[in-house]
């Protein structure tokens, strides 16, 4: 048996446990070297190398000294021509004494002009120095740039050229007698040319600037033109001296005599050296203009088809983001570069757009202007190919913007490319920060790695959602998501058109509170006594904070919580702290003081201007939330009328326990239910708060809702079908007690999840709960009804926005909201803006038959808002048709923003909410923000966005800083912005006016003079009011005619007269109305709720955002409010939270805030 002990080897020394220990001293002593890496960069050669080449700005002074000394010596060069005289000798003294006296016959050429030529010694000298320069330089530059080879670096054209121009003159400082050797310094132009393209290319990476290559191909060949003709004319000048002895002049006209192929023949060579001269030059230029002809016409070529590639040195030195979209339109490209370039910080940034298509004929013009094509760079290529990604140097870009077309017929198609390629982006440039858009929500979560993503249906339902009870939230959103200086609308004649549009650059902006000159004072104190003080001090809204160890934004966290110094502050303003200047008002205000008792168009007393400035009164009446009364704020009591006027409670550095409890549960939303109300007992309103059990997509964020005890058979959810439960077979037939929310749309697509979601959140009183119906075009999936069967009053009717019967039956006579949703299949169209037809089309129809709906609509492009309740004759909708046109030539991102339905928040774009994605690289926090403010994001203790309107007896606050005090003092509210409703003060339209006989008859003198006068104070200009006198003119005309009729007509003819009269006066709204209540008739509904003159075409509304604090309230004025979280400060027992319920407020007290 072999013995395997004996066949192992022995383990080598230092894997001994023995040398372990003991140490093993040979392997200590073996032959060890440490070795440096790249101790080359540290060398002498490599920091010339660094200052010559590599540096950008030094290489580019070396470079323009290079270049201007070049010119130099040609410059020099025709100073020594014009300087030398052929017949006076040609300095051969030493070395051919007496050749200028021998006389030479035509046929023999006298070669002492050409090889000598007169040079001063102070012009020798200076051409002496500048080959000493040039000679030197260039040695460096060729030892610096040496790899290896020697004969690569002097076979260089640029170095045999420098070397026949400096090393004769060299000689000549030892050589005095070839001082006046001719050298050809002229071809010092082609060095000159060399050195331009080098300066060029080191001149846009220095300045972060980059002309297109067509630029720098034209330059080249423009100086190549000039080179070939500087070489030329100096080469025949010389030649000649020989012969017909030519001036510069003459050399230049015969030169572009030749060279445009002209040739008069009055100048020609004389001699065969100049005529050889001549011919190698036409040689040259056949050769050598042709190749960059041809360089030049490939270039373009091939920029038109993929844009060239994006440089490598560029991509290191100089910063840029990539734009990837499946087709570029216009409209997307100007919004993306306007809002992306709107930020000083960026203005160094390049923007390289990756597109698979070719260029359309619209962006390629956009592109070809200066100030985009000095810094956008178009690629044709597919971001699913590592090749293209190289070429946009991706991995080197500071973010990837990756937009889905919404024209895409099939929007989860579109989708799907959107997600390949996030993750190609990904898989190549893991680093690269991603800015996703996707269309539709349950595709969300594929691409959940991105940095930022905004899903545009939960965006656009939520939204939409909101505009149904915050009036207009769709352009208070969009107005803070757009970049702006607030300088739209400032040079209209219209005051409420300046107010809007100043108060429209307001934006969202963060800073650290220890930095902060707006709020640094309050540290230590409570967020509302913050944010009220710093509105009052600055007028800066502050709107959220979020602590340093937390990433959760807190919107409005409420009076509990303090800040902190390394807080970081979210608010509202025209423009950051950092670009704020800060100046003491004192003196301002004692010039006020000494002018006038009365302060401003308030004709108020002082003291109560500066009350209404937020400064707080000795005596106090009231610290309550709200009073059991009556639904107003406080009202002053009767005994202060005779003494000084009532104020409004302070507020308070730190909440007050006893107090702040009863003001959490006041603006708590919810009720105990335990305990529900005789209301909800008797009409069976049991509801349950609790998350949704069922989401219909993954991704979808779990928001605390009204539920139902138990989900409703799928059967009941039928609007229009009456079932075992349910034998209502129409809205009127429910009895609702609430306005109907209906919300026209082609499918039930998961996005419309979220537009339920808000209208159910917790917070929402569920007494104003109103019911939901949803109108679709086909009917919805189970997994979507399975999703909103939970939810209260909600119901679906399958339909037509363009039939009346279904319209009828699913209650739009007495809706509050119409909410029309832009249908997917029309969204693709052979002209773009024609996607928005249909839609508009039957949106104006609901405008013609009930005009006195609220209709809330969404469009594809943001241009077709303009169509939106179109009025042909409307003189008003004409002017501010001028004013958007002048706005958009002035730069503005929100020129549409002037039209009356946008600004009313009835109108309104997704793609408009692109700039929140744009504007997510600087602005890191927004998207969080925007999801928080439209309830599709809930973080615990951070409050929500509702509203409230100011009523007659809400009056007595006067103005918005009082308001803001009282908010913050009572419930917490921090007040963002106004919501103004104003008349318009036009003249109807014609087609609008309803005109009887009988009325006007009747109709005194007196009152017609009455009305003339108000129609002519409340018009806005001469031809708006011409247009109802003529009418009255007119009919008092046909009046007077009526009156000469014959008296013997007879009876018949009068009765036939009246009926026509009476059909051809009925108006084109009475028309519609009959229509309208006929079919109501036939459907069996009745018409007691149609009322068709109950408009509101003849007001304005629009949104002030952060107005300042001395904005007077008006009535109507709906104020949007941050509340803070009712479940932040619920107690722990349910019997303390019902004792300070009852102390605070009346068993009748209403579940909203109300001023």
Request: aromatic fraction near 10%; charge should be neutral.
């Amino acid at each position: 048996m072999v013995d395997l002990e004996s066949e192992v080897p022995p383990l080598p020394p230092r894997y001994r446990f023995r040398d372990l220990l003991l140490g093993d001293q040979g392997w200590q002593n073996d032959d060890r070297v440490q070795v440096e890496f790249y101790m080359n960069e540290n060398t002498f050669k490599e920091r010339l190398k660094l200052f010559f080449i590599k540096n950008q700005r030094s290489s580019l002074r070396i470079r323009l000294f290079n270049f201007s000394l070049k010119l130099l010596s040609c410059l020099l060069y025709i100073i020594r021509v014009l300087l030398d005289d052929p017949t006076q000798g040609h300095g051969c003294k030493e070395l051919n004494r007496g050749c200028s006296s021998q006389n030479y016959t035509p046929a023999k050429i006298d070669w002492s002009p050409i090889i000598w030529v007169n040079r001063s010694l102070p012009l020798w000298g200076l051409q002496v120095s500048v080959a000493l320069i040039s000679l030197f330089e260039t040695m460096l530059l060729g030892y610096l740039s040496y790899k290896g080879n020697i004969w690569e670096q002097v076979l260089r054209i640029p170095f045999l050229l420098e070397i026949i121009n400096a090393v004769p003159f060299i000689i000549t400082i030892f050589w005095p007698a070839l001082r006046n050797l001719f050298i050809p310094v002229f071809l010092n132009c082609w060095l000159a040319k060399h050195a331009l393209e080098n300066m060029i290319n080191d001149l846009h990476r220095a300045i972060q600037r980059t002309q297109s290559a067509m630029f720098n191909q034209v330059l080249i060949l423009i100086s190549t033109l000039l080179c070939l003709i500087f070489t030329c004319i100096c080469g025949i000048q010389h030649l000649e001296r020989a012969g017909n002895k030519l001036t510069l002049f003459d050399s230049l006209y015969f030169c572009i005599v030749t060279f445009s192929t002209v040739g008069f023949g009055d100048v020609t060579p004389k001699i065969w050296p100049s005529k050889l001269l001549v011919v190698i030059m036409i040689c040259v230029a056949l050769v050598v203009l042709p190749i960059q002809f041809e360089q030049l016409a490939y270039l373009w070529m091939e920029r038109q088809k993929s844009g060239g590639n994006y440089s490598r040195h560029r991509a290191q030195t100089e910063k840029h983001v990539v734009l990837c979209v499946s087709s570029l339109k216009i409209d997307l490209l100007m919004d993306f570069l306007n809002e992306f370039y709107a930020h000083p910080r960026l203005q160094d940034y390049y923007v390289v757009i990756l597109c698979p298509t070719e260029m359309d004929a619209q962006v390629r013009r956009v592109l070809q202007i200066p100030m985009w094509s000095q810094r956008v760079i178009y690629l044709q290529g597919s971001v699913l190919k590592d090749q293209d990604l190289l070429r946009a140097k991706m991995d080197d870009a500071e973010a990837c913007f990756i937009l889905s077309s919404r024209c895409e017929v099939d929007r989860t198609a579109a989708d799907h490319q959107t997600i390949l390629r996030a993750w190609a982006v990904k898989d190549f440039a893991p680093k690269c920060p991603l800015y996703v858009q996707i269309l539709k929500p349950e595709n969300k979560f594929h691409i959940k790695f991105a940095d930022h993503v905004v899903c545009e249906e939960e965006f656009k339902y939520a939204m939409l959602a909101l505009n149904c009870i915050c009036p207009a939230t769709s352009t208070l959103i969009t107005l803070l998501v757009h970049t702006s200086r607030g300088q739209e609308g400032q040079q209209s004649p219209e005051q409420w058109q300046k107010m809007y549009g100043r108060c429209s650059g307001n934006e969202v902006y963060h800073i650290n509170l220890e930095d902060s000159t707006f709020f640094a004072e309050y540290e230590g104190k409570s967020f509302t006594y913050a944010s009220f003080h710093a509105h009052k001090k600055f007028g800066v809204c502050l709107i959220g904070v979020r602590r340093e160890d937390n990433k959760n934004i807190l919107l409005n966290p409420g009076p509990r919580y303090i800040m902190s110094a390394t807080d970081i502050c979210f608010y509202i303003n025209i423009t950051k702290e950092e670009n704020s200047a800060f100046k003491k008002q004192e003196q301002h205000r004692k010039n006020n003081e000494s002018k006038s008792y009365y302060h401003g168009p308030s004709r108020l007393p002082l003291h109560s201007v500066i009350a209404s400035m937020g400064t707080v009164a000795i005596d106090l009446q009231d610290t309550g939330c709200r009073s059991s009364s009556g639904p107003t704020l406080t009202l002053p009591s009767e005994g202060s009328k005779n003494g000084r006027r009532s104020s409004i409670a302070p507020v308070l550095e730190v909440a007050d326990s006893s107090s702040l409890q009863a003001c959490d549960l006041l603006s708590d939303q919810s009720e105990d239910e335990t305990t529900p109300s005789d209301d909800d007992i008797s009409t069976g309103l049991e509801y349950a708060k609790g998350y949704p059990p069922y989401s219909p997509y993954i991704g979808s964020s779990p928001t605390f809702c009204h539920l139902l005890h138990e989900k409703v058979p799928f059967c009941c959810l039928r609007l229009d079908k009456g079932c075992q439960h349910n034998y209502c077979e129409d809205a009127k037939a429910y009895g609702f007690k609430n306005k109907l929310i209906i919300v026209a749309a082609e499918t039930a697509g998961n996005g419309l999840y979220n537009f339920i979601v808000p209208l159910r959140a917790y917070y929402r009183p569920k007494k104003e709960l109103n019911p939901i119906v949803l109108l679709l075009d086909n009917p919805p999936d189970m997994h979507f009804l399975d999703a909103i069967c939970w939810f209260p009053v909600v119901y679906y009717m399958v339909g037509s926005i363009d039939n009346l019967d279904d319209l009828l039956r699913c209650g739009v006579t007495f809706a509050a909201n119409m909410v029309v949703v832009d249908k997917e299949s029309t969204m693709s169209a052979e002209e773009d803006y024609m996607a928005d037809a249909k839609t508009i089309v039957n949106v104006q129809t609901l405008f013609r038959l009930f005009s006195s709906l609220s209709i809330i609509t969404e469009l594809t492009h943001p241009a077709n808002m303009r169509f939106m309740q179109f009025r042909a004759k409307d003189c008003y909708s004409l002017a501010l048709s001028k004013l958007e046109k002048k706005e958009r030539e002035k730069g503005s991102n929100l020129a549409f923003m002037f039209r009356l339905p946008f600004a009313a928040g009835r109108v309104f774009s997704i793609s408009m909410l692109d700039t929140l994605l744009y504007q997510s690289f600087v602005k890191d926090y927004m998207i969080s923000i925007t999801r928080l403010l439209l309830g599709l994001d809930t973080t615990p203790g951070s409050g929500f966005l509702c509203s409230m309107k100011i009523t007659e007896d809400d009056l007595w606050i006067r103005t918005y800083a009082r308001l803001y005090q009282k908010l913050c003092s009572s419930t917490g509210d921090i007040p963002i912005g106004i919501y103004r409703t104003e008349s318009q003060k036009l003249t109807t339209s014609e087609s609008q006016i309803s005109i009887s006989v009988e009325e006007w008859e009747d109709t005194k003198d007196t009152k017609e003079q009455i009305n003339n006068r108000n129609n002519h104070r409340n018009s806005t200009s001469s031809d708006q009011s011409d247009h109802p006198l003529l009418r009255r003119k007119s009919m008092q005309w046909a009046r007077r005619l009526s009156r000469k009729v014959p008296k013997h007509s007879g009876k018949t003819a009068e009765k036939i007269s009246q009926q026509r009269m009476s059909l051809y006066k009925r108006s084109e709204r009475q028309e519609l109305a009959e229509l309208v209540k006929n079919r109501m008739k036939h459907l069996g509904l009745s018409t007691a709720g149609y009322d068709e003159m109950n408009d509101h075409q003849n007001t304005l509304s629009y949104i002030l955002i952060n107005p300042s604090p001395d904005t007077r309230l008006e009535l109507n004025d709906v104020v949007y409010l941050i509340r803070p979280d009712p479940l932040a400060y619920v107690p722990n027992t349910i019997s303390s939270r019902k004792n300070s319920f009852c102390n605070t407020i009346g068993q009748d007290a209403r579940e909203e805030t109300q001023l």
